[in-house]
């Protein structure tokens, strides 16, 4: 699965919430989420615990830069009674890295994630996940800086890496 991604610092989300709601945009959901990175030198692996209840094993590769990029990824769906031996695999295999928690609030504009994380220790940020399509590539690019614009992003400080960077 393909998207395009952008990651910014934001103080507060109140004047994104507005600007989300006025240009139709939809809270999905609030999310607790625990990831558990691991050393892989081919791009990112992780375990995510959302909420205590649904478990996945994600994997991305994607460049280090402080501008929209795209990420590859893979999402594996992880039954509770495998997530502990899994961890332990990981471990063994690759070395714990990192542990982040963060409270994310989801919103959905078009094809468009939005996530607003308050992330444990780091500070507050926004994701941008724009889904790119089959054979949509362009589509996708004019969304991810139609939402940028409506948004109002280019004035934050944009940030380069992944949460698992921030240690």
């Not at 078009?110 to 926004?126: A, Y």
């Amino acid at each position: 699965m393909k998207n395009i991604e952008l990651k910014i610092f934001i103080n507060n989300f109140k004047k994104v919430e507005k600007l989300l709601k006025k240009n139709k945009g939809r809270f999905k959901m609030l999310l607790r989420q625990t990831d558990t990175y691991y050393h892989y030198h081919f791009g990112r692996l992780k375990i995510r615990e959302i909420n205590g209840k649904n478990f996945e094993a994600i994997f991305y590769q994607r460049p280090n830069i402080k501008k929209s990029k795209i990420s590859n990824y893979y999402i594996v769906k992880v039954e509770k009674t495998n997530l502990k031996i899994l961890k332990n695999i990981f471990t063994k295999f690759f070395g714990q890295q990192i542990v982040i928690k963060k409270e994310r609030r989801l919103w959905i504009l078009k094809n468009t994630r939005i996530h607003l994380d308050k992330v444990i220790g780091f500070g507050n940020f926004l994701e941008l996940e724009t889904v790119v399509k089959k054979n949509s590539l362009k589509e996708a690019q004019k969304e991810h800086q139609w939402v940028i614009k409506i948004l109002q992003l280019s004035k934050y400080k944009k940030y380069h890496g992944s949460y698992s960077d921030m240690q």
